[in-house]
């Protein structure tokens, strides 16, 4: 056995552990939706990349198996400290129908059985994997230079575009589509037919990594598909396609031929949101960018190579010291952008903006919506490789203050009631208010100036109260 | 918990092994044909489990060792594969260079080679060294980075030929190196007797020994006890040695020994009592 010293608890993890979102919205959809999408074997390899990793264990167990498992059998193959996430990932399973639950043996779904063993063995006929269009050496295709700034363009225009609406200017503006998107993911939003608007939840957003932005998009994307009379299977099917295909391979680019109506639709808003790259419109050719082809992987879905020529994006550019000074290696404008949500910026150099993290900056971006949370992992994933040498990475002092600005706020809460003033007498105030603390509806008392304040669900009965007992001294 | 792994692979690859292997006396034969198909499959499956997954396959010859492939060194052969609409690149590339490289180094191998020892812990050695190469950027960063080191490096090796008395010091200087770069060794024995070595490395590392009783039903032993990183393998039942053979061989004629003589300076062991140690003299 593994020594235990060498690993860190797996019986912990699992539970903090969040899945993917794309499984939250399959396991919503009926079985009949799921079995017509694992026809496809490339769906069933990006699906089975969303597992967990146990779950992925126990579909790859039962994979080559005939006949179905006795489920004590079955129980058999966990550890006791394993238990409570086998039942997790079972009960997962059974709900996105990949292994139906059943009180005596358990056997994967056949249909996601065999396209899975295909998609493993290869072969069969289902050309799920894109088919390749024939390569033309006179027009070769794009490099994966040139898609990748194709994709983090395209990118970098919806967030630069969403996070400048709430200062009012507006840069270029991405296409319609995607504003409508925007719109009706509650991201953004316009009062009385004005301009959009980002909202609190937009903010909040583009403090996101690019791998929950994308996929908060395309999931709205799909829940707008499903209203539009879009075939749900064929839309996602394409998806998960993409994210098998491969990145500017040898310069050639996959065939639109064997895309269905639905499928084909979908290039146009697919390439608005930058997942996927053509030469000129319409042509029955296409290149995913890597923004499609790591929709299923965990690495980083926006290239290194950005505009910063240092390629600072994946290391990291934010230096954070002591003082609240902040030091960003960028000339990006759009991180600058979102950095100006929550830091107050002093001085810009070619290279490098210079701010401070002040209370009212923190303030603006909490009443934006954005919480300290969201600001303390921000400023994490984007540490200068130098903080890391850190240990806290971030300063304490400038966390733990982010946090005390915005329990500052939660400082004063609001009620609605009612006021009881003017009693005639101290016996006429201390009847009512015993009457009023039975209710439990007191929220203030003052009995040298002879009133108080309660609460608006007690204000009928009270009034009613007062009512009936000036009636009956009447 | 759920991040890349590292698998490194050591094939046995001694064509007279293989042979005895696949002769139909045997109660179940496998034959490397249907062997390597059910390996590609679990190598597969290896790289399904997660984008980021590596693999590297190295492959144990009479007298050498050669790397058959590496998930990041391939750009050069991957123009070579033809696209195809059925199958998922990674795997097309994956598994032609791994055939052809195979069949390349069994073609070039010469009669009289044929009968030469296994290089098994060149192999051993070269994964090693393989997987040094590629935990070195985070080892040498700061130590709040080694922590989350995106690898879980592990070496599986598949053995059919019997254990090398000879090579016994070089096998258990591996073992201690695997053990400090924090390397689970796992071993698949699909024929032969039981190689007392290589379940001494399982044991020091970590990983877990197997003598398939069914060598005909291999990708589903692979896969029930190799397939899981050794992150998840606490909460999966993984088979462990009920007794482990813990003989060393003596150094001077390298025959596995019960009862030795153990120098009380340096360690060394010998079957016969000697005035002189001859390693520390």
Same mark, same amino acid.
């Not at chain 1, 139906?100 to 072969?123: H, M, V, Y």
């Not at chain 2, 950027?137 to 090398?164: G, M, N």
């Not at chain 2, 032993?221 to 999966?236: A, D, H, N, V, W």
């Given at each position: 056995?593994?020594?235990?010293?060498?690993?860190?608890?797996?019986?912990?993890?699992?539970?903090?552990?969040?899945?993917?979102?794309?499984?939250?919205?399959?396991?919503?959809?009926?079985?009949?939706?799921?079995?017509?999408?694992?026809?496809?074997?490339?769906?069933?390899?990006? %699906?089975?990349?969303?597992?967990?990793?146990?779950?992925?264990?126990?579909?790859?167990?039962?994979?080559?198996?005939?006949?179905?498992?006795?489920?004590?059998?079955?129980?058999?193959?966990?550890?006791?400290?394993?238990?409570?996430?086998?039942?997790?990932?079972?009960?997962?399973?059974?709900?996105?129908?990949?292994?139906?639950?059943?009180?005596? $043996?358990?056997?994967?779904?056949?249909?996601?059985?065999?396209?899975?063993?295909?998609?493993?063995?290869?072969?069969?006929?289902?050309?799920?994997?894109?088919?390749?269009?024939?390569?033309?050496?006179?027009?070769?295709?794009?490099?994966?230079?040139?898609?990748?700034?194709?994709?983090?363009?395209?990118?970098?225009?919806?967030?630069?575009?969403?996070?400048?609406?709430?200062?009012?200017?507006?840069?270029?503006?991405?296409?319609?589509?995607?504003?409508?998107?925007?719109?009706?993911?509650?991201?953004?939003?316009?009062?009385?037919?004005?301009?959009?608007?980002?909202?609190?939840?937009?903010?909040?957003?583009?403090?996101?990594?690019?791998?929950?932005?994308?996929?908060?998009?395309?999931?709205?994307?799909?829940?707008?598909?499903?209203?539009?009379?879009?075939?749900?299977?064929?839309?996602?099917?394409?998806?998960?396609?993409?994210?098998?295909?491969?990145?500017?391979?040898?310069?050639?680019?996959?065939?639109?031929?064997?895309?269905?109506?639905?499928?084909?639709?979908?290039?146009?808003?697919?390439?608005?949101?930058?997942? +996927?790259?053509?030469?000129?419109?319409?042509?029955?050719?296409?290149?995913?960018?890597?923004?499609?082809?790591?929709?299923?992987?965990?690495?980083?879905?926006?290239?290194?190579?950005?505009?910063?020529?240092?390629?600072?994006?994946?290391?990291?550019?934010?230096?954070?010291?002591?003082?609240?000074?902040?030091?960003?290696?960028?000339?990006?404008?759009?991180?600058?952008?979102?950095?100006?949500?929550?830091?107050?910026?002093?001085?810009?150099?070619?290279?490098?903006?210079?701010?401070?993290?002040?209370?009212?900056?923190? $303030?603006?971006?909490?009443?934006?919506?954005?919480?300290?949370?969201? %600001?303390?992992?921000?400023?994490?994933?984007?540490?200068?490789?130098?903080?890391?040498?850190?240990?806290?990475?971030?300063?304490?002092?400038?966390?733990?203050?982010?946090?005390?600005?915005?329990?500052?706020?939660?400082?004063?809460?609001?009620?609605?009631?009612?006021?009881?003033?003017?009693?005639?007498?101290?016996?006429?105030?201390?009847?009512?208010?015993?009457?009023? $603390?039975?209710?439990?509806?007191?929220?203030?008392?003052?009995?040298?100036?002879?009133?108080?304040?309660?609460?608006?669900?007690?204000?009928?009965?009270?009034?009613?109260?007062?009512?009936?007992?000036?009636?009956?001294?009447? | 918990?759920?991040?890349?792994?590292?698998?490194?692979?050591? +094939?046995?690859?001694?064509?007279?092994?293989?042979?005895?292997?696949?002769?139909?006396?045997?109660?179940?034969?496998?034959?490397?044909?249907?062997?390597?198909?059910?390996?590609?499959?679990?190598?597969?499956?290896? =790289?399904?489990?997660?984008?980021?997954?590596?693999?590297?396959?190295?492959?144990?010859?009479?007298? $050498?060792?050669?790397?058959?492939?590496?998930?990041?060194?391939?750009?050069?052969?991957?123009?070579?594969?033809?696209?195809?609409?059925?199958?998922?690149?990674?795997?097309?590339?994956?598994?032609?260079?791994?055939?052809?490289? %195979? &069949?390349?180094?069994?073609?070039?191998?010469?009669?009289?080679?044929?009968?030469?020892? +296994?290089?098994?812990?060149?192999? =051993?050695?070269?994964?090693?060294?393989?997987?040094?190469?590629?935990?070195?950027?985070?080892?040498?960063?700061?130590?709040?980075?080694?922590?989350?080191?995106?690898?879980?490096?592990?070496?599986?090796?598949?053995?059919?030929?019997?254990?090398?008395?000879?090579?016994?010091?070089?096998?258990?200087?591996? %073992?201690?190196?695997?053990?400090?770069?924090?390397?689970?060794?796992?071993?698949?024995?699909?024929?032969?007797?039981?190689?007392?070595?290589?379940?001494?490395?399982?044991?020091?590392?970590?990983?877990?020994?197997?003598?398939?009783?069914?060598?005909?039903?291999?990708?589903?032993?692979?896969?029930?006890?190799?397939?899981?990183?050794?992150?998840?393998?606490?909460?999966?039942?993984?088979?462990?040695?009920?007794?482990?053979?813990?003989?060393?061989?003596?150094?001077?004629?390298?025959?596995?020994?019960?009862?030795?003589?153990?120098?009380?300076?340096?360690?060394?062991?010998?079957?016969?009592?000697?005035?002189?140690?001859?390693?520390? &003299?």
């Amino acid at each position: 056995m593994p020594s235990a010293s060498s690993h860190d608890d797996p019986a912990a993890s699992t539970d903090e552990q969040t899945s993917h979102s794309l499984l939250a919205f399959l396991q919503s959809q009926s079985q009949n939706t799921l079995t017509r999408l694992y026809q496809r074997p490339s769906s069933c390899l990006s %699906i089975f990349r969303l597992l967990g990793p146990l779950e992925r264990q126990l579909v790859m167990n039962l994979l080559w198996l005939e006949s179905a498992i006795p489920v004590s059998t079955m129980a058999a193959w966990v550890t006791r400290e394993g238990r409570k996430a086998y039942n997790s990932s079972l009960s997962t399973l059974a709900q996105l129908h990949i292994l139906p639950s059943s009180a005596t $043996k358990l056997a994967l779904n056949p249909t996601f059985k065999s396209c899975l063993r295909q998609a493993i063995t290869g072969g069969g006929s289902s050309g799920s994997f894109g088919v390749p269009a024939r390569y033309d050496s006179s027009n070769p295709g794009p490099s994966t230079e040139t898609l990748d700034s194709y994709a983090l363009e395209r990118w970098e225009t919806i967030l630069y575009y969403m996070v400048s609406s709430g200062n009012g200017q507006y840069p270029a503006k991405p296409s319609d589509a995607v504003l409508f998107l925007l719109k009706r993911s509650g991201l953004m939003t316009s009062f009385r037919g004005a301009a959009l608007q980002i909202t609190s939840s937009g903010f909040q957003f583009l403090l996101h990594p690019p791998h929950e932005q994308l996929w908060e998009l395309l999931l709205q994307y799909l829940h707008m598909a499903e209203e539009r009379q879009m075939d749900l299977v064929e839309v996602l099917g394409f998806l998960l396609m993409l994210s098998t295909m491969e990145l500017g391979r040898a310069r050639s680019e996959y065939s639109t031929e064997n895309l269905s109506a639905t499928q084909a639709a979908m290039l146009e808003d697919l390439r608005d949101y930058g997942l +996927i790259w053509q030469r000129n419109v319409p042509s029955d050719r296409f290149c995913p960018t890597r923004l499609a082809t790591t929709l299923t992987s965990s690495s980083n879905p926006l290239p290194t190579s950005s505009s910063t020529s240092t390629g600072s994006q994946a290391q990291g550019f934010i230096v954070l010291e002591t003082n609240y000074r902040l030091y960003a290696y960028t000339d990006n404008p759009l991180q600058i952008a979102v950095l100006n949500l929550f830091v107050t910026l002093k001085s810009r150099f070619p290279n490098l903006v210079i701010g401070a993290i002040t209370r009212e900056s923190v $303030k603006k971006a909490l009443a934006n919506g954005i919480t300290a949370e969201q %600001i303390i992992s921000y400023l994490t994933t984007h540490a200068h490789h130098q903080m890391r040498r850190h240990k806290p990475l971030l300063p304490v002092t400038v966390q733990d203050q982010i946090r005390l600005w915005e329990l500052e706020k939660n400082r004063v809460k609001s009620q609605e009631g009612y006021l009881y003033t003017a009693f005639a007498s101290q016996a006429d105030y201390e009847y009512v208010l015993n009457y009023a $603390k039975q209710l439990d509806v007191v929220l203030w008392e003052s009995p040298s100036r002879r009133c108080f304040f309660g609460s608006l669900e007690g204000h009928s009965n009270i009034r009613g109260f007062i009512e009936r007992r000036t009636a009956g001294n009447a | 918990m759920d991040k890349a792994s590292h698998l490194s692979v050591v +094939i046995d690859l001694s064509p007279t092994q293989w042979h005895l292997c696949s002769q139909s006396s045997n109660p179940y034969p496998l034959t490397l044909q249907s062997f390597l198909s059910q390996l590609l499959a679990f190598f597969n499956s290896h =790289i399904a489990c997660k984008d980021e997954n590596t693999l590297a396959v190295f492959g144990a010859f009479p007298g $050498k060792s050669v790397l058959l492939y590496s998930s990041t060194t391939i750009a050069a052969e991957e123009h070579s594969v033809n696209a195809d609409a059925n199958t998922y690149r990674p795997f097309k590339v994956l598994d032609s260079t791994i055939m052809g490289s %195979i &069949r390349n180094q069994l073609e070039a191998l010469e009669l009289l080679e044929a009968e030469a020892p +296994i290089g098994l812990v060149g192999a =051993i050695t070269k994964s090693l060294c393989y997987i040094n190469r590629l935990t070195i950027p985070s080892s040498s960063t700061t130590p709040a980075e080694e922590k989350q080191a995106p690898l879980d490096p592990r070496i599986l090796i598949f053995s059919v030929s019997p254990d090398q008395s000879p090579s016994y010091i070089p096998i258990m200087n591996s %073992i201690f190196s695997a053990q400090k770069l924090k390397v689970t060794i796992d071993v698949c024995k699909i024929y032969g007797p039981d190689s007392v070595f290589l379940q001494q490395a399982a044991h020091l590392t970590g990983g877990s020994y197997l003598h398939l009783n069914r060598p005909d039903a291999v990708l589903q032993y692979l896969t029930m006890s190799f397939l899981p990183p050794p992150g998840i393998r606490q909460l999966l039942s993984v088979p462990t040695q009920d007794k482990i053979d813990f003989r060393a061989a003596c150094f001077c004629h390298k025959k596995i020994v019960d009862i030795g003589f153990v120098c009380s300076v340096c360690l060394s062991i010998f079957c016969n009592p000697v005035p002189v140690c001859s390693t520390c &003299r």
